[in-house]
């Protein structure tokens, strides 16, 4: 029997069972679809991650206080309840060192380090009129800023005075919610169009409020200081910048309470080529008290993170894909009782084992065929959905694309496919195993 004439049968006899029919291919279609439409969002998540720390200069290592192997816990009382943006949330280590000049000046002689850019870090309370939102503060020199972010422009009417200790620069999300004068975020190229609001923002004066627990008293004090603005930052693509407030170093040191303890120092290669050699250099300086990351690191972890929760989502989608097999079973099952008869007329007139046996595996194979193909294209715009949906909930003033390369999609057709081929394989069998006799007997 050629393949095209079987096929040709098989699909005529779905197509007889027509409501069972669908409701099977129903369930290959939730099974692939649901593994589509996860793995898209996970693959975009993972992707926009990547793309978000590839802007970070390549050449930058992030120098903590916080070492590999900390002793023990503390809370992060210095920082006004709330960790630094760079070392995560909760309880931190207690440093083993103190990142203070002393630091820097020893890094800055090390072979192929070009710049040591020390930084404080904390959450502040940001104020204009009667109007307040909360941020992350990144206190450094403002010229430092392309150090770390090349891509970083300043709109128009912005003025960089480094000694300024009154000057603020403010990211365009954080202005626009201030004042409702900026429009939307919208890539720095198209961002001139801005210039004209901005202007009028630049020279305004906005209270900055810094909170935090007194050690010495346990009663929870805070700081205010009234800046002007000076300069207004076009969005680069990473949180870490488009979200912070910036004033130069002498500004945090006093506004929060540093006393010269750095929260962390941005180290600048030569090149790209010595990012490991400055790491190892420092690692020889200090061992394990010191917390070292670099932005190659950033994106392995990524990497790393992506892949192991793509494969737990596989799994939750693999499992509604094995429902769908389960019901294949049934349904070839129950097909094979109901066509007992004419099995055995088909083989009374000569059709072999291998011949029933190819029917029923194609009947399934037709079943996963649809349902998978179906399935894919819903779950491409199940994606898309989702996250329209409910993407700017979860993940405000970020842009995620869902991704779908050719060789995810051809994975989970043929995982599809080959499940449901697999589930009609005993109901072939058994179907092939059939006496014509016993058959034909059957009412």
Not at 161 to 190: G, H, K
Not at 236 to 258: C, H, M, S, W, Y
Not at 408 to 427: D, F, K, N, Q, T
Request: no cysteine; net charge negative; hydrophobic share 45%.
């Amino acid at each position: 029997m050629k393949v095209i004439q079987t096929f040709r049968i098989s699909f005529k006899a779905l197509g007889d069972r027509k409501v069972r029919t669908s409701l099977t291919i129903l369930m290959v279609i939730v099974g692939s679809s649901l593994m589509v439409t996860l793995n898209g969002i996970v693959a975009g998540l993972g992707q926009f991650a990547t793309d978000v720390f590839s802007r970070l200069a390549p050449n930058i290592l992030f120098v903590t206080s916080i070492p590999t192997d900390g002793p023990g816990p503390r809370d992060n009382a210095d920082n006004g309840g709330g960790p630094p943006s760079f070392l995560g949330q909760g309880l931190i280590p207690v440093p083993a060192i103190t990142l203070d000049q002393t630091v820097v000046g020893r890094l800055e002689s090390l072979a192929g380090v070009s710049a040591v850019i020390p930084s404080y870090q904390a959450r502040i309370t940001i104020a204009v009129e009667n109007r307040s939102q909360g941020a992350s503060v990144l206190s450094l020199q403002p010229e430092n800023l392309k150090v770390i972010a090349p891509a970083l422009e300043f709109m128009e009417g912005s003025t960089i005075n480094p000694a300024d200790e009154l000057a603020i620069y403010l990211p365009s999300l954080i202005a626009n919610n201030l004042w409702n004068d900026l429009p939307p975020e919208a890539p720095a190229t198209n961002a001139d169009n801005n210039d004209q609001s901005a202007e009028s923002i630049i020279g305004h004066q906005v209270n900055v409020t810094y909170t935090y627990i007194d050690l010495a008293t346990a009663s929870r004090q805070s700081n205010s200081e009234v800046f002007t603005v000076a300069g207004i930052m076009k969005p680069v693509g990473n949180p870490t910048i488009d979200r912070a407030i910036v004033f130069n170093l002498e500004a945090g040191n006093k506004l929060l309470q540093k006393s010269g303890r750095y929260d962390s120092l941005f180290v600048a290669a030569e090149s790209t080529d010595l990012v490991r050699q400055v790491e190892k250099e420092i690692r020889d300086l200090y061992g394990s008290d010191i917390g070292i990351t670099t932005s190659e690191a950033i994106l392995q972890s990524i990497g790393d993170f992506t892949a192991g929760f793509g494969s737990a989502i596989s799994s939750i989608a693999l499992v509604a894909l094995l429902v769908g097999s389960v019901g294949i079973i049934t349904t070839m099952y129950t097909a094979v009782t109901e066509r007992t008869r004419e099995i055995g007329v088909m083989k009374a007139i000569g059709a072999r084992d291998r011949n029933v046996l190819a029917l029923f595996l194609a009947e399934a194979a037709i079943i996963g065929i649809i349902g998978a193909s179906i399935g894919l294209v819903v779950g491409v715009l199940g994606g898309y959905g989702v996250l329209s949906l409910f993407g700017s909930n979860l993940l405000p003033s970020v842009e995620v694309t869902p991704s779908y390369p050719w060789s995810e999609l051809a994975r989970v057709w043929a995982i599809s496919l080959g499940l449901s081929v697999a589930a009609g394989l005993y109901p072939a069998w058994k179907a092939s195993k059939l006496s014509p006799i016993v058959a034909l007997r059957r009412e």
